[in-house]
């Protein structure tokens, strides 16, 4: 048990995001051999963002639009997926996540412009937006 966390399994795409992928790869193959967890689940309940009503409500906006889109509704799923893209503008799992369901290149035109966001809101992930929120340590 963990709070999410953003973490690769490899160092191609470091200088994008600055995350070196051994740290978690070492921890990840402590786990598999010896069962050591990252934190306690004392450690991992204190750590634990809790989305906000707007984060949570992108959520279902996504859930919903999924829905749709796979019943065929693609144009009623698609305000679905504007509106949860609105409610997290930052949420990768939202924003990138819906490019292919869309039709969209997850790696063209439309992920760079959700980059660039990124990297002018200052390469925020769930950690530092929790913090944002609270308006100090996560």
Same mark, same amino acid.
């Given at each position: 048990m963990r709070p999410p966390l953003i973490e690769y399994g490899t160092d191609m795409f470091k200088?994008? !995001?600055?995350?070196?992928a051994g740290p !978690?790869?070492?921890?990840l193959r402590r786990w598999v051999r010896t069962g050591e967890l990252p934190m306690s689940r004392d450690e991992a *309940? /204190? *750590?634990?963002l809790l989305p906000t009503h707007d984060e949570q409500l992108a959520r279902a906006e996504f859930g919903l639009a999924w829905h749709l889109w796979q019943r065929g509704d693609h144009e009623r799923a698609q305000r679905h997926f504007e509106r949860a893209g609105a409610l *997290?503008? &930052?949420?990768?799992?939202? /924003? /990138?996540? #819906?490019m292919p369901i869309q039709g969209k290149d997850p790696m063209g035109p439309d992920f760079f412009d959700l980059f660039r966001e990124w990297m002018d809101a200052g390469r925020p992930d769930y /950690? #530092? &937006?929790a913090q944002q929120r609270r308006g100090g340590a996560a």
């Open positions: 200088e994008f !995001h600055g995350k070196e !978690h790869l070492d921890g *309940a /204190r *750590a634990q *997290a503008p &930052l949420d990768w799992t939202i /924003r /990138r996540g #819906s /950690r #530092s &937006l």
